[in-house]
């Protein structure tokens, strides 16, 4: 690791600090420096989405990020989406409609739409279609995770009235 | 003590209702650990360097450089995994598979490993070695591999199956034929003959999740082995094997399972794990990328096909014959094309019917199982088929389905004779279902097709374990590939007449539990459910002999009855009904730890049937079908928990629209793979689709007690047929060759406009 750079950022809302070399992407980085191994790897070429995490509030894919990237920045994984011990209406959503069966694919799916009800809190359901077409699930045919993310939708906007 | 596993009818309090998974919390939060999320002290990261051919002499390894740089801890070929399997071809090739001897067989095919402190060093290492090839002539196509001048393989491989036996080798591994009756007889008696000749492409399982483990092997000969995988106990003895430890030492633990399909059943990297593990003394992670998923673990077989169907104007299939041709990849494993024999016609009842089978070695990748394999390339064939005969005689192809629809006491084309299936059921449910009333537009089709699986059972050890505060704990030993911990859980809870609350369901390791086969063949709620019951039976004993202790009567006056001990009869009358719970508090003074467990060969699976509808819009401008609506009926015998029997149904369907419109391997002239990765190879995405609609039939499999089917695969095996049909209504074209990608729409709509214009002018 002769390259190595010390990288200060926030993940989840807590100042990290690790070394890594230049060449390595921000899914090694999270997983291996980090230890955040929610955060998935699928294929390493940004096309499944299961490293999805958010920089800055901006969806990205983790592998196609290098890890000194993210100096400076504020990183969002799926192990802050749960507040103070209270799942994120998406996580619960998910475990209700039987939105995972292995998983795999479920934290991405996580980050991906609740960046996309942080934009959009009344998605149609093409627009959760198309939202959600950079992560890929190989177990559900996709159904149930439309079904959770519009139910969670509903939820929130009921809980925002309030 | 043995069990009786018949149907018995009884009424469910628990089964059938949506409990939420355990596991659940732990897989939304990122908690929840796969193959790829351990990591043990002084861990090295492995990495494996691959052939670039498809087929090539590998003339000199030379991995000195690698091996002196500074960080690489072990390097190992061929040469550190002797051949120690004794005679056992199919272990021998399992081991060559895993590591090239000699000569690399796919582009892919592993040839060396490091171990290294970092990625980095390890990537460098794998640069530094240097392999000699000598190129040889290679075949990837299945046709072309049948010719007479094609490459040859294996100078050892000659045909079995065929008389008199061939005097050179051959590609061709094997000739199967089965079926009944006399088909050239009932050609003969056909009003219509249709014949037609379809092929399909290489596809994928497409797990998310890449193969991952976490091997370590001590000087003292024992090993562990965290690993994401179908079958524990399989890769327990087959790495056993085939690195000389001993089984009991080897101890290997399941991690969760990013999907598998069929795909996990297999070793591909293991034993180069605990092989370099054993040579560096420190654990080694070896972490498939996805590009070496693509090329070097087991997609299903590309496929050849020829059917033949006769039949009467009344829609009496008379003959029918099939001829199946399948590349199983480099080497011998499973008799893939005579899955497909079983499997074609298995949803008719066609009195006079042949189906033979060519299993066919080829330079790609080592074939495994892929969710129902071989089954849906058949049904493509014979579905497809089969409306072209509606469509000859001018028959309703649903009705010409149910004219001949396979029934109880029918004979299945491997010879048994059917029990209660629910094939004519489901397509009844076809028929009344709304979907078939929606209206079509132009340029939109609809297709109707059916599918059948075996689905397995096999050997099965469950253990359950009653805690003092009256909380169970149950070990089963097949994975959860997609919620099984939930059902197991709810079934535990119904035998006991307690909470599903109070169980608490762990996949156990291969120390902690006996032989469990792969979870493979739909046969995980099937055959833990089974030794689930059977568990609980056995601990209910136990319970009534506490009780019996308890309340000082004899145990055959107690009874057993939602969660509670009661003795029955009169003179009991003042005596109270004792709970789980208070048996369970007072049991280190009755006489120990309850428990029960449960040891089986799981028999009598089910046989999976299903019907899908489809309506799809054929764009003819640029060959894109869009699915429009989607419905897959299917019997599960007994839907335990229907969120995840729907989930089966849907995702298998998904699966089967990816392999019918896009999915595919492509292999370039030099016999390498062109699209090993997702950008390339697309599976189905959620803007690809509309929701899929489900309907659950329940006809009890008379083998179990709750009358459970396995549900897993059956639903990948109609979805190519039908959208075939589809867009044969949609376009009056009807394509033979899967996937039916844009490409291939428009070539075939191009050829069908030039052949009107011909017609027309000629």
Same mark, same amino acid.
């Given at each position: 690791? *002769?390259?190595?750079?010390?990288?200060?950022? #926030?993940?989840?809302?807590?100042? &990290?600090?690790?070394?890594?070399?230049?060449?390595?992407?921000?899914?090694?980085?999270?997983?291996?420096?980090?230890?955040?191994?929610?955060?998935?790897?699928?294929?390493?070429?940004?096309?499944?989405?299961?490293?999805?995490?958010?920089?800055?509030?901006?969806?990205?894919?983790?592998?196609?990020?290098?890890? &000194?990237?993210?100096?400076?920045?504020?990183?969002?994984?799926?192990?802050?989406?749960?507040?103070?011990?209270?799942?994120?209406?998406?996580?619960? #959503?998910?475990?209700?409609?039987?939105?995972?069966?292995?998983?795999?694919?479920?934290?991405?799916?996580?980050?991906?739409?609740?960046?996309?009800?942080?934009?959009?809190? #009344?998605? *149609?359901?093409?627009?959760? +279609?198309?939202?959600?077409?950079?992560?890929?699930?190989?177990?559900?045919?996709?159904?149930?995770?439309?079904?959770?993310?519009?139910?969670?939708?509903?939820?929130?906007?009921? *809980? +925002? #009235?309030? | 003590?043995?069990?009786?596993?018949?149907?018995?009818?009884?009424?469910?309090?628990?089964? $059938?209702?949506?409990?939420?998974?355990?596991?659940?919390?732990?897989?939304?939060?990122?908690?929840?650990?796969?193959?790829?999320?351990?990591?043990?002290?002084?861990?090295?990261?492995?990495?494996?360097?691959?052939?670039?051919?498809?087929?090539?002499?590998?003339?000199?390894?030379?991995?000195?450089?690698?091996?002196?740089?500074?960080?690489?801890?072990?390097?190992?070929?061929?040469?550190?995994?002797?051949?120690?399997?004794?005679?056992?071809?199919?272990?021998?090739?399992?081991?060559?598979?895993?590591?090239?001897?000699?000569?690399?067989?796919?582009?892919?095919?592993?040839?060396?490993?490091?171990?290294?402190?970092?990625?980095?060093?390890?990537?460098?290492?794998?640069?530094?070695?240097?392999?000699?090839?000598?190129?040889?002539?290679?075949?990837? /196509?299945?046709?072309?591999?049948?010719?007479?001048?094609?490459?040859?393989?294996?100078?050892?491989?000659?045909?079995?199956?065929? /008389?008199?036996?061939?005097?050179?080798?051959?590609?061709?591994?094997?000739?199967?034929?089965?079926?009944?009756?006399?088909?050239?007889?009932?050609?003969?008696?056909?009003?219509?003959?249709?014949?037609?000749?379809?092929?399909?492409?290489?596809?994928?399982?497409?797990?998310?999740?890449?193969?991952?483990?976490?091997? =370590?092997?001590?000087?003292?000969?024992?090993?562990?082995?965290?690993?994401?995988?179908?079958?524990?106990?399989?890769?327990?003895?087959?790495?056993?094997?085939?690195?000389?430890?001993?089984?009991?030492?080897?101890?290997?633990?399941?991690?969760?399972? @990013?999907?598998?399909?069929?795909?996990?059943?297999?070793?591909?990297?293991?034993?180069?794990?605990?092989?370099?593990?054993?040579?560096?003394?420190?654990?080694?992670?070896?972490?498939?990328?996805?590009?070496?998923?693509?090329?070097?673990?087991?997609?299903?077989?590309?496929?050849?096909?020829?059917?033949?169907?006769?039949?009467?104007?009344?829609?009496?299939?008379?003959?029918?014959?099939?001829?199946?041709?399948?590349?199983?990849?480099?080497?011998?494993?499973? !008799?893939?094309?005579?899955?497909?024999?079983?499997?074609?016609?298995?949803?008719?009842?066609?009195?006079?019917?042949?189906?033979?089978?060519?299993?066919?070695?080829?330079?790609?990748?080592?074939?495994?199982?892929?969710?129902?394999?071989?089954?849906?390339?058949?049904?493509?064939?014979?579905?497809?088929?089969?409306?072209?005969?509606?469509?000859?005689?001018?028959?309703?192809?649903?009705?010409?389905?149910?004219?001949?629809?396979?029934?109880?006491?029918?004979?299945?084309?491997?010879?048994?004779?059917? $029990?209660?299936?629910?094939?004519?059921?489901?397509?009844?449910?076809?028929?009344?279902?709304?979907?078939?009333?929606?209206?079509?537009?132009?340029?939109?089709?609809?297709?109707?097709?059916? @599918?059948?699986?075996?689905?397995?059972?096999?050997?099965?050890?469950?253990?359950?374990?009653?805690?003092?505060?009256?909380?169970?704990?149950?070990?089963?030993?097949?994975?959860?590939?997609?919620?099984?911990?939930?059902?197991?859980?709810?079934?535990?809870?119904?035998?006991?007449?307690?909470?599903?609350?109070?169980?608490?369901?762990?996949?156990? /390791?291969?120390?902690?539990?006996?032989?469990?086969?792969?979870?493979?063949?739909?046969?995980?709620?099937?055959?833990?459910?089974?030794?689930?019951?059977?568990?609980?039976?056995?601990?209910?004993?136990?319970?009534?002999?506490?009780?019996?202790?308890?309340? /000082?009567?004899?145990?055959?006056?107690?009874?057993?009855?939602?969660?509670?001990?009661?003795?029955?009869?009169?003179?009991?009358?003042?005596?109270?009904?004792?709970?789980?719970?208070?048996?369970?508090?007072?049991?280190?003074?009755?006489?120990? !730890?309850?428990?029960?467990?449960?040891?089986?060969?799981?028999?009598?699976?089910?046989?999976?049937?299903?019907?899908?509808?489809?309506?799809?819009?054929?764009?003819?401008?640029?060959?894109?079908?869009?699915?429009?609506?989607?419905?897959?009926?299917?019997?599960?015998?007994?839907?335990?928990?229907?969120?995840?029997?729907?989930?089966?149904?849907?995702?298998?369907?998904?699966?089967?629209?990816?392999?019918?419109?896009?999915?595919?391997?492509?292999?370039?002239?030099?016999?390498?793979?062109?699209?090993?990765?997702?950008?390339?190879?697309?599976?189905?995405?959620?803007?690809?689709?509309?929701?899929?609609?489900?309907?659950?039939?329940?006809?009890?499999?008379?083998?179990?007690?709750?009358?459970?089917?396995?549900?897993?695969?059956?639903?990948?095996? !109609?979805?190519?047929?039908?959208?075939?049909?589809?867009?044969?209504?949609?376009?009056?074209?009807?394509?033979?060759?899967?996937?039916?990608? !844009?490409?291939?729409?428009?070539?075939?709509?191009?050829?069908?406009?030039?052949?009107?214009?011909?017609? =027309?002018? $000629?």
């Amino acid at each position: 690791m *002769s390259d190595a750079v010390l990288v200060t950022t #926030k993940v989840n809302g807590d100042v &990290v600090e690790y070394a890594c070399p230049t060449d390595e992407v921000l899914l090694d980085s999270l997983r291996d420096r980090v230890g955040l191994t929610g955060v998935k790897e699928g294929c390493g070429t940004g096309d499944c989405g299961a490293c999805s995490v958010t920089i800055d509030g901006q969806l990205v894919c983790a592998c196609l990020v290098l890890g &000194v990237e993210a100096d400076g920045r504020e990183i969002g994984t799926v192990e802050g989406m749960a507040e103070e011990g209270e799942l994120h209406p998406l996580q619960q #959503k998910f475990i209700e409609h039987a939105a995972l069966q292995c998983g795999i694919c479920t934290p991405g799916f996580l980050v991906a739409a609740k960046a996309l009800l942080d934009k959009n809190p #009344k998605p *149609s359901e093409n627009e959760i +279609r198309y939202a959600l077409a950079g992560n890929l699930c190989r177990c559900t045919g996709y159904d149930k995770i439309i079904r959770a993310v519009q139910d969670a939708a509903k939820d929130m906007r009921k *809980s +925002r #009235k309030r | 003590m043995a069990h009786d596993n018949s149907y018995t009818g009884q009424k469910f309090e628990v089964v $059938g209702n949506r409990f939420l998974r355990p596991d659940g919390v732990d897989k939304v939060t990122g908690r929840a650990r796969y193959g790829a999320d351990a990591n043990a002290p002084g861990q090295l990261v492995g990495l494996v360097l691959r052939s670039p051919h498809a087929h090539a002499i590998i003339k000199k390894i030379d991995t000195s450089r690698a091996e002196k740089m500074p960080g690489v801890k072990a390097v190992i070929t061929s040469e550190d995994l002797p051949d120690l399997t004794g005679g056992d071809a199919g272990m021998a090739q399992t081991l060559e598979n895993c590591m090239a001897r000699g000569r690399a067989m796919y582009d892919g095919h592993a040839v060396a490993a490091v171990a290294a402190v970092d990625r980095q060093t390890a990537k460098k290492a794998l640069q530094a070695i240097k392999v000699t090839y000598k190129k040889l002539p290679h075949v990837t /196509d299945v046709d072309e591999a049948m010719k007479p001048n094609a490459p040859v393989l294996h100078p050892w491989l000659f045909t079995a199956g065929v /008389d008199p036996k061939p005097e050179k080798p051959s590609n061709v591994i094997s000739r199967t034929q089965m079926g009944h009756g006399d088909p050239e007889a009932g050609f003969a008696e056909a009003d219509v003959i249709v014949e037609k000749s379809y092929k399909t492409e290489q596809t994928h399982q497409g797990y998310i999740e890449p193969h991952a483990c976490l091997a =370590s092997v001590t000087p003292d000969g024992q090993a562990e082995l965290w690993v994401t995988t179908q079958g524990p106990f399989t890769y327990r003895s087959v790495c056993a094997t085939l690195l000389g430890l001993d089984i009991a030492k080897l101890k290997v633990t399941s991690s969760e399972i @990013g999907g598998g399909f069929g795909g996990k059943t297999h070793v591909w990297v293991e034993p180069l794990a605990l092989a370099l593990s054993r040579k560096a003394n420190r654990p080694v992670k070896l972490v498939m990328t996805r590009d070496e998923v693509f090329r070097a673990t087991g997609p299903t077989a590309s496929t050849s096909i020829d059917v033949k169907i006769g039949a009467k104007k009344n829609g009496t299939i008379t003959g029918a014959t099939l001829e199946l041709r399948y590349q199983g990849g480099a080497f011998v494993g499973m !008799p893939w094309a005579q899955l497909a024999c079983m499997t074609g016609f298995a949803c008719y009842d066609i009195k006079n019917q042949r189906s033979v089978g060519w299993d066919v070695v080829v330079n790609r990748p080592k074939v495994a199982a892929y969710r129902a394999p071989s089954a849906p390339m058949a049904a493509y064939a014979v579905e497809s088929t089969l409306d072209m005969v509606a469509e000859e005689i001018g028959m309703d192809p649903v009705n010409l389905r149910l004219k001949n629809v396979a029934k109880e006491g029918a004979q299945a084309p491997y010879g048994p004779i059917y $029990g209660p299936i629910g094939i004519e059921a489901a397509l009844k449910a076809v028929k009344k279902h709304p979907h078939m009333k929606a209206k079509l537009k132009k340029g939109q089709g609809r297709g109707v097709a059916c @599918g059948f699986w075996f689905n397995i059972g096999g050997q099965t050890c469950v253990d359950l374990n009653i805690g003092t505060d009256g909380t169970v704990n149950l070990a089963v030993g097949t994975v959860d590939v997609g919620g099984a911990r939930a059902s197991m859980g709810m079934i535990a809870a119904e035998e006991l007449g307690i909470s599903y609350d109070d169980i608490k369901v762990v996949v156990a /390791d291969t120390a902690s539990l006996g032989h469990n086969d792969t979870t493979e063949g739909s046969r995980g709620t099937f055959s833990s459910g089974m030794a689930t019951i059977f568990a609980a039976r056995d601990a209910i004993n136990v319970l009534k002999e506490r009780a019996a202790k308890m309340l /000082d009567v004899p145990v055959e006056d107690i009874a057993w009855e939602k969660g509670e001990a009661k003795a029955v009869g009169k003179r009991y009358s003042n005596l109270p009904k004792l709970s789980l719970k208070e048996i369970a508090r007072k049991s280190p003074n009755t006489g120990g !730890p309850i428990a029960g467990h449960n040891e089986v060969v799981a028999d009598g699976a089910g046989m999976g049937f299903a019907a899908h509808i489809v309506d799809v819009e054929v764009d003819e401008e640029t060959g894109l079908s869009k699915i429009l609506r989607y419905t897959v009926v299917q019997d599960a015998g007994k839907a335990i928990h229907p969120d995840y029997v729907e989930g089966q149904m849907q995702g298998a369907a998904v699966q089967g629209i990816g392999w019918a419109l896009n999915e595919e391997y492509v292999y370039g002239k030099d016999g390498r793979l062109e699209n090993p990765g997702f950008l390339d190879y697309r599976i189905p995405v959620a803007s690809d689709l509309p929701f899929i609609d489900t309907k659950i039939l329940e006809i009890p499999n008379p083998n179990h007690p709750y009358g459970i089917r396995g549900v897993g695969e059956t639903s990948i095996v !109609p979805p190519l047929g039908a959208i075939g049909n589809a867009i044969a209504n949609a376009t009056g074209v009807r394509m033979t060759h899967a996937p039916m990608s !844009p490409v291939r729409v428009l070539d075939a709509l191009d050829e069908a406009a030039g052949m009107d214009q011909k017609v =027309s002018a $000629g």
